[in-house]
C-alpha cells in the first residue's frame, strides 16, 4: 500500500454463532491485510449486542498501538443487526464515502448489499470500517478500501501533504 503510518488494525467479529475458533470472515480479514503490510493487534469475537460492540470498539478506540478497526457482521437488516449503531455512538465523525463505495461497488455484484447499513467514521486517531458477515463479501469489499486504507490512515493521524500530486 505504500509509505506512511503503519497501519495497526483490529479486527472485530461480530456474531452470535461465531466463536474465535470459526471465525472465517475475521480470519480473512486478516489474510488481506498482512499483504498491506498492515500489523494485526488484536482479533476479537462478541456477540451481537450493542453494548458488547460499543464496548470492545471504545476499548480498541481509547488505544494507542491500534488506528484501525475493521468489523465483519451485524450489518443487516436483523433484528440483531447492531454494529452501525453501536460505531455511530463511538465515532466522532462519520467518514460517509467509504461506507458508500463499498455499497456501490458491492451493488455491481448484488443487488443485496442495499440491504447492508454498515458506517465507517474516526474516533480518537482509529478508523472504523464495517463489513458484512459472509468470507466472500468482506474480501469483495476489502478490494474497494484497499486503495485508500493506507492514504485514510495517514490523513487521520494527521499526515496531510499530498507528495506527488
Same mark, same amino acid.
Given at each position: 500500500?505504500?509509505?506512511?503510518?503503519? $497501519?495497526?488494525?483490529?479486527?472485530?467479529? %461480530?456474531?452470535?454463532?461465531?466463536? #474465535?475458533?470459526?471465525?472465517?470472515?475475521?480470519?480473512?480479514?486478516?489474510?488481506?491485510?498482512?499483504?498491506?503490510?498492515?500489523?494485526?493487534?488484536?482479533?476479537?469475537?462478541?456477540?451481537?449486542?450493542?453494548?458488547?460492540?460499543?464496548?470492545?470498539?471504545?476499548?480498541?478506540?481509547?488505544?494507542?498501538?491500534?488506528?484501525?478497526? $475493521? %468489523?465483519?457482521?451485524?450489518?443487516?437488516?436483523?433484528?440483531?443487526?447492531?454494529?452501525?449503531?453501536?460505531?455511530?455512538?463511538?465515532?466522532?465523525?462519520?467518514?460517509?464515502?467509504?461506507?458508500?463505495?463499498?455499497?456501490?461497488? *458491492?451493488?455491481?455484484?448484488? #443487488?443485496?448489499?442495499?440491504? *447492508?447499513?454498515?458506517?465507517?467514521? $474516526?474516533?480518537?486517531?482509529?478508523?472504523?470500517?464495517?463489513?458484512?458477515?459472509? #468470507?466472500?463479501?468482506?474480501?469483495?469489499?476489502?478490494?474497494?478500501?484497499? #486503495?485508500?486504507?493506507?492514504?485514510?490512515?495517514?490523513?487521520?493521524?494527521?499526515? %496531510?501533504?499530498?507528495?506527488?500530486?
Amino acid at each position: 500500500m505504500g509509505e506512511g503510518v503503519k $497501519i495497526r488494525a483490529a479486527i472485530l467479529t %461480530t456474531s452470535d454463532t461465531r466463536k #474465535p475458533e470459526n471465525d472465517v470472515s475475521g480470519s480473512r480479514l486478516v489474510e488481506l491485510l498482512r499483504p498491506a503490510d498492515a500489523e494485526i493487534v488484536a482479533t476479537v469475537v462478541v456477540s451481537d449486542d450493542i453494548d458488547e460492540i460499543r464496548g470492545a470498539l471504545a476499548n480498541f478506540v481509547s488505544r494507542d498501538d491500534i488506528n484501525l478497526v $475493521i %468489523t465483519t457482521g451485524g450489518t443487516g437488516f436483523g433484528p440483531r443487526d447492531n454494529t452501525p449503531e453501536a460505531t455511530r455512538a463511538v465515532i466522532e465523525r462519520e467518514a460517509p464515502g467509504i461506507a458508500e463505495a463499498i455499497r456501490h461497488e *458491492s451493488y455491481m455484484k448484488t #443487488p443485496m448489499a442495499m440491504l *447492508s447499513r454498515g458506517v465507517a467514521g $474516526i474516533a480518537n486517531g482509529t478508523l472504523i470500517i464495517n463489513l458484512p458477515g459472509s #468470507p466472500k463479501a468482506v474480501e469483495e469489499c476489502f478490494d474497494v478500501i484497499r #486503495p485508500v486504507l493506507q492514504h485514510a490512515i495517514d490523513l487521520v493521524l494527521g499526515q %496531510t501533504e499530498h507528495q506527488g500530486k
